[in-house]
């Protein structure tokens, strides 16, 4: 019996992906456990397994393409003993079935959206021809008509076209029937530089009786309507852009983030780190460690510390975490990922360094696992390396909270009384209020301060 193969969600997150390559052919014959393709998600590419036995009937999705739903068919697999021909045909024939009732429905919908419209502009000239001896002032000033729950009368059509460009309906008067919001009137704000009664460049607004009743956000408008296509390049948006927008769009927008920052002086690690980077031994098992090691093997100290900062929100609990997850943001050329060490609190300072170094170098050729970048329970960003003095990160879900490292640099300091230089290094941690408390906070980058002025006291 033929069955389809369907694009596989390989992460808990992924909503779609890329066919990298097929490692089949059509006709080849699969086992169950063979790897078949490489599909590639937002931050790595993994390997795909055959579940069913049998022969490869169709290729439904080229290799390279990009953007295929999971659950969307990819290829065709014939039963033992079937034949491809009618492996495909039958499994063609249901897909066809299914694409058109879907056309069906769709054009049935376009069907009345064309109507309305129609209907619209037929009664559009009626109302002309009946008004036409009346003041064309009054008729411009005449509002758009509401409903007692301040619903906005516009057509299906007129509202597409709103929103594929960002026009808000609500600023509108509409030249229908009954001030009906037409076509014609969203394209006339279109001609006249794509905004509504708005001042060119803010933001559209729902309307604050409205956006008061549903708590909705107003959609920005498309950047596009304010440039001239000559005057940009188009970038189209990868996976990895598309899933980095959506998490720090829905973070930002649920997660109650307050900051707190304090000053580190780390004279003594970098004399520490010195004296250990100069013992090391040449060859096999060398190693480099950088200050980034010791912030995250400090970090993993302090959050045994203070167990309340080491947690993640749930709608029913907070999960207070065993072990200390530490996610290292990696740049990458194309997006941004957050490979983990995990139980770092367990882990030397030797370890830690091999592992961000192996786990960086995997991230940068997108062969990470979903499990070692995915969770985790606390995150480190460091961009000191580019000489930042400080800054603020957005929390990646679902941690509680997340560190942002700046450069260590020498500042002036007074000290009993008299001024002298040092190195200091600026830390702001970003807190989720739903989980962390402000005194929380402080007291777990106390201990934190402890640790990285004084390496020392992470031995106790």
């Not at 129609?118 to 021809?129: E, R």
């Not at 304090?262 to 970098?270: A, F, G, K, N, T």
């Not at 460091?382 to 560190?403: E, R, S, W």
């Not at 942002?404 to 600026?426: C, L, Q």
């Amino acid at each position: 019996m033929s069955t389809k193969i369907l694009m596989p969600a390989l992460s808990p997150t992924m909503e779609e992906g890329k066919l990298a390559k097929w490692l089949v052919k059509e006709g080849d014959v699969v086992h169950s456990g063979d790897v078949i393709a490489e599909i590639e998600t937002d931050k790595a590419t993994m390997e795909f397994e055959a579940v069913d036995e049998g022969r490869i009937a169709k290729i439904l999705v080229p290799e390279g393409r990009e953007g295929v739903k999971v659950n969307e068919p990819i290829a065709v697999l014939a039963g033992e003993g079937e034949d491809l021909n009618a492996a495909v045909d039958t499994i063609s024939s249901a897909m066809a079935s299914i694409k058109d009732a879907v056309a069906a429905e769709a054009g049935t919908s376009i069907g009345r959206d064309k109507e309305s419209d129609t209907q619209n502009v037929s009664a559009d000239a009626t109302q002309s021809a009946r008004t036409a001896p009346t003041d064309s002032r009054t008729q411009q000033l005449k509002p758009t008509m509401r409903t007692e729950a301040d619903r906005i009368f516009a057509s299906p059509l007129a509202r597409r076209i709103a929103a594929d460009r960002g026009i808000d309906l609500s600023g509108l008067k509409g030249s229908g029937p009954r001030g009906r919001i037409v076509k014609a009137d969203v394209e006339t704000v279109l001609k006249s530089g794509g905004v509504t009664t708005q001042a060119r460049g803010s933001l559209p607004s729902a309307g604050p009786a409205k956006a008061a009743a549903t708590g909705a956000v107003a959609p920005l408008p498309d950047a596009k309507v304010f440039f001239k296509s000559e005057d940009y390049d188009l970038v189209p948006h990868d996976s990895m852009r598309k899933s980095i927008a959506r998490r720090l769009t829905s973070a930002t927008s649920l997660i109650p983030h307050f900051y707190l920052t304090i000053d580190c002086r780390i004279d003594s690690l970098l004399q520490v780190r010195a004296k250990l980077n100069g013992q090391a031994p040449k060859g096999e098992g060398t190693y480099k460690l950088s200050v980034n090691d010791f912030v995250v093997k400090a970090t993993a100290l302090a959050l045994k510390r203070v167990p309340e900062v080491n947690a993640s929100w749930t709608e029913d609990a907070v999960l207070r975490h065993h072990h200390a997850n530490i996610g290292v943001a990696v740049a990458l050329d194309f997006g941004l990922i957050t490979p983990i060490v995990f139980r770092a609190e367990d882990k030397g300072l030797i370890e830690i360094s091999s592992v961000v170094k192996e786990l960086a170098d995997r991230a940068r050729a997108k062969q990470l696992k979903p499990q070692e970048f995915e969770g985790g329970t606390f995150a480190i960003s460091n961009l000191g390396m580019f000489g930042i003095k400080q800054f603020t990160a957005v929390i990646n879900p679902p941690h509680a909270a997340i560190l942002a490292v700046g450069a260590g640099e020498e500042r002036a300091v007074i000290r009993d009384g008299k001024v002298e230089a040092a190195t200091v290094m600026t830390l702001t941690m970003s807190c989720d209020h739903r989980v962390i408390d402000g005194a929380t906070g402080a007291r777990f980058l106390s201990v934190l301060k402890i640790f990285l002025e004084d390496p020392a006291a992470m031995l106790l």
